[in-house]
Nanobody, 126 residues
Framework: QLQLVESGGGLMHPGGSLRLSCAAS????????VGWFRQAPGKEREAISC????????EYADSVKGRFTISRNNANNAVYLQMDSLQPEDSAVYYC???????????????????WGQGTQVTVSS
């Protein structure tokens, strides 16, 4: 399996911002779509955003649309999730995962991704 590492989580007050990073080692992310997912205690893992390997096509779940922005920097071999206007309901462990293939699309489905990072905790609280 490919190795992905998330970073950038932490504690933030409501209305604040965080930027998560997903870095790959020992392989290039150029040939993979990357998705961001989150899982709150007692809830199922939720796909919240993804970016395609070709063309940078993005998708967002309704719960984060307009507040979160996914981007990729192939030179840095990383994918980012800019999270603005954070709310307490955004608290969760956030994961990134990769989907192999050169496609001009990505999908918001956990089953489509086969390599996962270990997750980073995001807590939004006053």
């Amino acid at each position: 399996q490919l190795q992905l590492v998330e970073s950038g989580g932490g504690l933030m007050h409501p209305g604040g911002s965080l930027r998560l990073s997903c870095a790959a080692s020992e392989f290039t992310l150029d040939y993979y779509a990357v998705g961001w997912f989150r899982q709150a205690p007692g809830k199922e893992r939720e796909a919240i955003s993804c970016i395609s390997s070709v063309g940078g096509v993005t998708e967002y779940a309704d719960s984060v649309k307009g507040r979160f922005t996914i981007s990729r920097n192939n030179a840095n071999n990383a994918v980012y999730l800019q999270m603005d206007s954070l709310q307490p309901e955004d608290s969760a462990v956030y994961y990134c995962a990769s989907m192999p293939g050169m496609f001009r699309l990505c999908v918001l489905s956990t089953s489509s991704y086969d390599s996962w990072g270990q997750g980073t905790q995001v807590t939004v609280s006053s």
